[in-house]
T-cell receptor
Framework: EAGVTQSPTHLIKTRGQQATLRCSPISGHTSVYWYQQALGLGLQFLLWYDEGEERNRGNFPPRFSGRQFPNYSSELNVNALELEDSALYLC?????????????FGPGTRLTVL | DAKTTQPTSMDCAEGRAANLPCNHSTISGNEYVYWYRQIHSQGPQYIIHGLKNNETNEMASLIITEDRKSSTLILPHATLRDTAVYYCIVRVATGTASKLTFGTGTRLQVTL
């Protein structure tokens, strides 16, 4: 069974640009979660999408946004990039086959803002 | 979600059992204990979870005290590949509070 996939693996942007990160959940999972892991700050919850809708949001500014598509894949958009947005962005999925809401993580996208 | 307390780091010799403790004294009756681990620069990996009974799977065992205020993750025969940061998370299993709140975790170093 294929796991959670994320693209790109690495992304380099400059301040002020926009970044788009993509995530494909495990087949059958309808929930997608986004987390940020910045150096020295640990894993921070960003967004949760389920059945195409945003269900919960972490303490991040509105320039962090996303969406979930009908096939349950998801995009995370970060506008007006700042240097401190440099981090590993992790996507996780959950749903059918994970009745206790275990979340299964992808390998992450490492975003570097110069 | 209830707060958890874990030691910052632990060492374990390869082949020995690694016992990772977690305190969660404010856990609610409907909250589960989940364990994840993160090997350097990879996505976290789900290990095991439990409510009040001890649990075992192919990766580990989870021992939860009777009052549910603490638990221990046991890796029965640690290998070098078990070197990782281990996170203990307490949360409800369903509903809107489905996010994972990661603490600082325990950095387990398995040595020869």
């Amino acid at each position: 069974e294929a796991g959670v996939t994320q693209s790109p693996t690495h992304l380099i942007k400059t301040r002020g640009q926009q970044a788009t990160l993509r995530c494909s959940p495990i087949s059958g999972h309808t929930s997608v979660y986004w987390y940020q892991q910045a150096l020295g700050l640990g894993l921070q919850f960003l967004l949760w999408y389920d059945e195409g809708e945003e269900r919960n949001r972490g303490n991040f500014p509105p320039r962090f946004s996303g969406r979930q598509f009908p096939n349950y894949s998801s995009e995370l958009n970060v506008n007006a990039l700042e240097l401190e947005d440099s981090a590993l962005y992790l996507c996780a999925s959950s749903g059918e086959g994970a009745p206790y809401n275990e979340q299964f993580f992808g390998p992450g996208t490492r975003l570097t803002v110069l | 979600d209830a707060k958890t307390t874990q030691p910052t780091s632990m060492d374990c010799a390869e082949g020995r059992a690694a016992n990772l403790p977690c305190n969660h004294s404010t856990i609610s009756g409907n909250e589960y204990v989940y364990w994840y681990r993160q090997i350097h620069s990879q996505g976290p990996q789900y290990i095991i979870h439990g409510l009040k009974n001890n649990e075992t799977n192919e990766m580990a065992s989870l021992i939860i005290t009777e009052d549910r205020k603490s638990s221990t993750l046991i890796l029965p025969h640690a290998t070098l590949r078990d070197t990782a940061v281990y996170y203990c998370i307490v949360r409800v299993a369903t509903g809107t509070a489905s996010k994972l709140t990661f603490g600082t975790g325990t950095r387990l170093q398995v040595t020869l």
